[in-house]
């Protein structure tokens, strides 16, 4: 169904992302792999990608952090394979720690990574989506963008701000066939989850056990972490020409957390 559609899926080298990018290149996207990691393995993503739509795939390492480097990105991506018609803002990085704590550098840091880079890709991309007559943005967000957790002050604020702006733009693009949607996951299995365990073990003096089940997947009605193929099955749904009606919603897949 997303035969010669273009898609920039940023942070895609890992997690949600590369779950994204391998279901919309298995309907014939050709998909601009994108994120940090082994450059080797990426690269063999990036074959991977583009075995599944005619071979063409691109790969970009921009940092996120640097509007400048964002610029190359939708450069690149449109170059190498055309202008996105499809863009998925799912990049996202995090830090856990106590307001008073918190290193400015690291809310600087968020804020680029999460939210102000979601700006840029997303002023970026709209004329040509504009000039097509068509267009899909999808930006993860996080069951963290309607509810809060303690020590996650700067991830809590920029996800409440991606929900905000998807609404505005969504609504500024409402009559031109484009789309502004967020999907907001609950805790999801990868290695954003991973790595914050030390932290919370840390901040709240508890075992890796204790931070599973009574931190992380306490608020998780369902008592399981969403698999990343779900949120990349939302992902695709939205691409599709039956989801032209959904616009500026803020999707839920969270195991039931923010129904509390
Ligand atoms: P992940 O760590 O597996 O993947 C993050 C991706 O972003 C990687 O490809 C990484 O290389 C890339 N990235 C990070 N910083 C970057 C930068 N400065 N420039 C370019 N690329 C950068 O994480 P994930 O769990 O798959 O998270 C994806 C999105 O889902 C994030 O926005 C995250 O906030 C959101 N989310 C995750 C969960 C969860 O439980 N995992 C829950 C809700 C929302």
């Known amino acids: 169904i997303l035969k010669d559609k273009v898609a920039l899926v940023t942070g895609s080298t890992s997690g949600i992302g590369l779950a994204i990018a391998r279901s919309l290149a298995a309907e014939g996207a050709r998909v601009m792999l994108h994120g940090f990691g082994d450059r080797e393995a990426n690269l063999q993503l990036k074959d991977e990608l583009a075995a599944l739509s005619n071979d063409c795939a691109g790969f970009s390492e921009a940092d996120l952090a640097d509007p400048e480097a964002i610029d190359g990105l939708v450069a690149q991506c449109t170059d190498e394979l055309g202008s996105p018609s499809i863009l998925v ?5 995090q830090h856990v720690a106590p307001i008073t704590d918190f290193p400015p550098e690291k809310w600087d840091w968020i804020m680029a990574v999460n939210l102000s880079a979601v700006f840029h890709t997303t002023r970026l991309c709209l004329p040509s989506m504009r000039q097509r007559g068509f267009g899909r943005i999808i930006n993860t967000a996080s069951a963290h963008s309607v509810v809060a957790s303690p020590n996650k002050a700067p991830y809590v604020a920029a996800k409440h701000g991606v929900a905000g702006f998807t609404k505005a733009v969504a609504l500024e693009t409402a009559r031109e066939g484009i789309t502004v949607n967020c999907i907001s996951p609950g805790y999801v299995w990868t290695t954003l989850v991973e790595n914050q365990i030390p932290d ?8 890796r056990e204790q931070v599973m089940n009574d931190v992380l997947l306490a608020a998780q009605p369902t008592k399981r972490f969403v698999e990343p193929v779900e949120v990349a099955a939302l992902a695709l749904f939205l691409c599709r020409p039956e989801a032209g009606s959904i616009t500026g919603a803020n999707l839920s897949m969270d195991g039931g957390w923010t129904a509390q």
């Open 200 to 207: 919370t073990m840390k901040a709240r003096n508890m075992t």
């Open 89 to 93: 803002n799912n990049a996202g990085v």
